[in-house]
């Protein structure tokens, strides 16, 4: 078993920025490929971004370049830093942990889920 908290969502005015936590516990083989996933009222689950184990990092469609994924092996870990926030980024933040990491970023590759956290891009 994996568990997973997040932390660090909140409401942050357009182009500001903010950098979500996910403290990762339990099997460290299960949870080899960890991943940042967003759901807006409405809208299916999208993929984020994904960091294996090499660090080897994935990004969603035209989010690379404002959203950065990393992990903290020695915290248990893992961050997703957003920069230069819109309206459009206004979502539920969930991180996610599974064995493999593949291309593109599917909600249904991941079998561990945290329970999110808000984050709020609003004038």
């Known amino acids: 078993q994996v568990q997973l908290v997040e932390s660090g969502g909140g409401s942050v005015q357009p182009g500001g920025s903010l950098r979500l936590s996910c403290v990762v516990s339990?099997?460290?083989?299960?949870?080899?490929?960890m991943a940042w996933f967003r759901q807006a009222p409405g809208k299916e689950r999208e993929g984020v971004a994904s960091?294996?184990?090499?660090?080897?990092?994935r990004y969603g469609e035209n989010l690379k370049g404002r959203f950065t994924i990393s992990q903290d092996n020695t915290k248990n870990t893992l961050y997703l830093q957003m920069n230069s926030l819109t309206p459009e980024d206004t979502a539920m933040y969930f991180c996610?942990?599974?064995?493999?990491?593949?291309?593109?970023?599917?909600?249904?590759?991941?079998?561990?889920w945290g329970q999110g956290t808000q984050v709020t891009v609003s004038s």
């Open positions: 339990g099997s460290t083989f299960r949870r080899k490929c």
């Open positions: 960091i294996d184990s090499t660090n080897t990092t």
């Open positions: 996610a942990a599974n064995q493999w990491c593949f291309t593109p970023i599917r909600p249904r590759d991941f079998i561990y």
